[in-house]
């Protein structure tokens, strides 16, 4: 298990060394020019062509990307040419808020859509189970910004619940903390619940058909002990898979989200990174949103073990 | 029968109705039978006769809204079972009737350690304390002869083997000293010899603890080792019953008789001499190795196949028997070349294939057609028949229009409709199946014919046809046939020689008369004592 853990982790260099390769040249692929946003509008060209000098991007390809990989070796993800504050500093600054908001979601999500799924299975093909299936589906189709600016409307505005935007620390005042971040948690959670719904839905609905299920029935187990005690445990290995997959889902909506609620967490930065072209704060972000995501399927691998005495490394 | 004694269990005309646009309107019809105290009563017939859903009807395990009992009644010592409520039969299940299924690996829980589940019955049905609960499960281990109890208990299914796995579910079934039995097609599932040793294991429950058995198979060996009496049972209705003796040896029903007169004989018939005829396969030393590398640790090796010397001549059929494990499909698969074997020569007509590349086994690939051993799954469902039978013949050059003649010949060849080839396999019947992928492998005119249990997942009159037609097509065609089986009966029947496999290699090897005749390695006597009725003549009464 240990020699598992320790192999995957020096994998994980290679696939950062792939992901970094390819973050660069998509950047420098894609139009635009931090240069040419920095001098402004009334520059002149000599006056970009010397900012791109002094920023190092009338380098050759190559040679730039060898600088980064450099310096990324040194555990540096070097300096934002807008704000000439170390990348690594720009996001701990920011990273408080959106851990915080990805954490929320994930557990409100897990803790709401898996009962919910459970319910479903349990009462397959009854109202109840086609009423949670039809809010899977809605919450699969509406747009996380959609259904934003209908909760600040009608929790925040009309009812006065919530406040409308903004983020408060939780070790600041904890109080405050879940008034500003119950209705994103929420806004985020939506499509997430929909998913996990569906998928416990599925796998519980699939075990429930095993012949070990016979078994526990001809044992004369009740059946609510048949689906918590044989049934649960059994499908749990794709309700994991999907939560690991769909973290990845979460980092896309966390960045819609932050904006919606004017959080001020990574997902703001990178958005305004991206419309300054400041590469180097859009490579640092991609890459540590890379290494969670690797992290996270580990960590999904790790609890496989846990659930299922089949698997081992 | 003696009437004084009462029955365990009564059951008395009883019918379950199958859900609305089935093939049939009921899943049993006025079935009545009874099983006394201290008999084992077995329940045969083949699939789609109803014996599971009487089985699951006795239990209240029928899946509801789908299967419902509408007459009848179900007496547990005279107690109508189909009056209670779930709760009431909640309490039966498990404490004065238990169950045990076809297939341990997944009648088990694969999450739940095997002392969890033995225990999990004492803790539904009795207030034991921890330690009395410990203690009677380790009494129930031992008494089917699970080694070290104390220490398997901690063990998962899936570390145990299929034998151990069936002990368990005994283990657990007899927990609680219940008085009925039902044991459905325990064996079936289980190599041989294993299912030598369960069959016996509860024999001796049956005889130790006077518990009363319903035992439902389809296999008339076991019946022959195992039952006092015997129910027939075909399309939903009981069509014979009585003393097991009776029965086997002087039939009734003409259902019965057919199905008794399919049972293959264990002695083999006189066979035409094949030795002069040219060998078409010839495998030298063929091994397979399976080799499990890591950097951190000296490479684990797995001998599936190990020195495998073999022939086979034309027009004649060798078969290869063994149990799961034994590696048997692992050299049927070598052959055709669907894995690489790892050292060796096969030699058809005397050109080795062992080797070649890719690209110059494609053109060898005619000459070896394998069939396999389930017929829903070797057909893909979404083809027509007639696609799968005209691919093969069409990569190698030929017309389709010559193609679909040959095709259509070949339906009729096995015995199925032309018109059919533009049906889709759902459309056919298990044993039809098989029959489109015999006409699938001879479509391609191929030299030798390989069935990997191809007739093991049939109902026994229809293994009887399959085997038919096989024998039919290697005379015709002359082929050379190298026949794959668990089933001793079978092998018995179509092979002219026969070679035994243990471990990977082969232990004896010979004429089929002489192999069943006088067995010589120890292995093969295990085996051949191993087979269930082996001691019994299963007549014939087709012309009778």
Redesign the interface.
């Known amino acids: 298990m240990l ?1 598992f853990i320790a192999k995957r982790m020096v994998a994980i260099i290679p696939v950062m060394g792939v992901v970094a390769l390819f973050v660069f040249l998509m950047l420098r692929l894609s139009p635009g020019d931090p240069a040419s946003i920095i001098a402004g509008d009334y520059a002149s060209p000599a006056d970009i062509e010397r900012i791109r000098e002094q920023l190092g991007l009338n380098a050759p390809i190559p040679v730039q990307f060898g600088k980064w990989l450099w310096t990324l070796a040194h555990g540096d993800l070097g300096i934002s040419i807008f704000t000439n504050l170390p990348v690594s500093k720009l996001i701990a600054q920011r990273i408080e808020p959106t851990l915080m908001l990805a954490s929320t979601t994930l557990v409100f999500a897990v803790l709401v859509a898996v009962p919910l799924g459970i319910i479903a299975a349990w009462k397959a093909g009854t109202w109840i189970d086609r009423a949670i299936m039809i809010f899977a589906v809605a919450g699969f189709s509406i747009p996380v910004f959609v259904l934003g600016y209908i909760l600040i409307f009608q929790f925040s505005l009309e009812l006065r619940w919530f406040p409308v935007q903004g983020y408060t620390s939780p070790f600041v005042d904890f109080w405050k903390f879940l008034r500003h971040i119950t209705l994103p948690t929420v806004t985020l959670s939506v499509i997430y619940i929909a998913l996990i719904t569906r998928i416990t839905r599925a796998s519980v609905i699939e075990v429930m058909e ?3 299920i ?9 059946e609510r002990i048949v689906l918590m005690r ?1 049934a649960l ?2 499908a749990a290995v794709p309700i994991i898979t999907v939560i690991g997959l769909g973290v990845a889902l979460l980092i896309g909506g966390v960045v819609i989200t932050e904006s919606v609620y004017n959080i001020p967490g990574l997902g703001r930065l990178v958005v305004d990174a991206i419309l300054k072209r400041d590469y180097p704060i859009i490579q640092g972000l991609i890459l540590v949103f890379s290494l969670v995501y690797v992290m996270v399927n580990l960590l999904v691998d790790i609890i496989y073990t846990l ?4 698997i081992r490394y | 029968m003696t009437s004084d004694q009462q029955a365990i269990l009564d059951i008395r005309g009883l019918t379950v109705r199958l859900p609305a646009r089935a093939d049939r309107g009921n899943a049993i019809e006025n079935v009545s039978f009874s099983v006394l105290p201290h008999e084992i009563l077995c329940v045969v017939g083949e699939s789609g006769s109803g014996k599971s859903v009487t089985a699951h009807t006795v239990m209240g395990l029928l899946p509801p809204k789908q299967l419902t009992a509408t007459a009848g009644q179900v007496l547990l010592q005279g107690d109508d079972l189909l009056k209670k409520t779930p709760g009431e039969m909640r309490a039966l299940r498990g404490a004065r009737m238990s169950m045990i299924f076809q297939e341990p690996m997944t009648a088990l829980n694969p999450l739940m350690s095997i002392g969890d589940q033995i225990e999990e019955i004492l803790q539904i049905h009795t207030q034991m304390s921890a330690a009395e609960s410990h203690g009677r499960m380790i009494e129930v281990m031992e008494a089917v002869k699970l080694p070290e109890p104390e220490r398997l208990i901690h063990s998962y299914p899936h570390q145990i083997s299929g034998g151990q796995r069936q002990r368990v579910m005994i283990a657990g079934a007899l927990a609680l000293e219940p008085i009925l039995l039902i044991a459905d097609e325990p064996t079936t599932a289980l190599d041989v010899t294993t299912q030598a040793q369960i069959l016996k294991l509860i024999k001796d429950i049956q005889r130790t603890h006077g518990t009363a058995v319903l035992f439902i198979t389809h296999d008339f060996g076991v019946v022959a080792e195992i039952a006092d009496r015997v129910v027939v049972m075909q399309h939903g209705l009981v069509v014979e019953q009585g003393e097991a003796k009776n029965v086997l040896t002087n039939p009734q029903h003409p259902y019965t008789r057919m199905l008794i007169s399919s049972v293959p004989s264990m002695t083999p018939p006189k066979r035409p001499d094949t030795a002069a005829a040219p060998v078409v396969l010839e495998t030298q030393a063929l091994c397979k190795t399976y080799a499990d590398r890591s950097l951190f640790r000296a490479a684990r090796e797995t001998r599936a196949a190990h020195n495998v010397d073999l022939t086979v001549r034309r027009g004649e059929t060798l078969g290869v028997v063994g149990e799961s494990g034994s590696g048997k499909s692992t050299l049927a698969r070598c052959i055709v070349r669907l894995i690489d074997p790892t050292g060796g020569q096969i030699l058809i007509d005397g050109h080795d294939i062992a080797g070649l590349s890719e690209r110059r086994l494609r053109e060898n690939r005619r000459l070896v057609q394998i069939i396999f051993q389930d017929p829903y799954r070797s057909l893909n469902p979404r083809r027509t028949v007639k696609a799968s039978i005209i691919e093969g013949p069409m990569n190698f050059g030929v017309s389709k229009a010559e193609a679909l003649t040959r095709a259509s010949d070949l339906m009729t060849l096995v015995g199925l409709d032309p018109d059919a080839l533009d049906r889709f396999p759902h459309q056919f019947s298990g044993g039809q199946r098989q029959r489109i992928c015999i006409a699938r492998a001879l479509a391609m005119n191929p030299e030798v014919l390989i069935a990997d249990e191809a007739v093991s997942a049939l109902d026994v009159s229809v293994q009887a046809q399959v085997l038919e037609l096989l024998d039919d097509v290697r005379k015709r065609f002359n082929l050379a046939i190298l026949f794959i089986t668990h089933d001793l009966r079978v092998a018995a029947q179509i092979c002219d020689r026969i070679a035994v496999m243990y471990k990977g290699e082969i232990v004896e090897h010979g004429k089929a008369a002489e192999v069943f005749g006088t067995p010589s390695h120890d292995y093969t006597q295990a085996l051949f004592n191993a087979a269930p009725g082996r001691d019994f003549e299963f007549g014939n009464f087709a012309s009778a």
């Open positions: 020699a095993e012949d070990y016979r078994t526990a029935r001809a044992k004369g187990q009740s044989h445990k059994n659930v299922d005495p089949r």
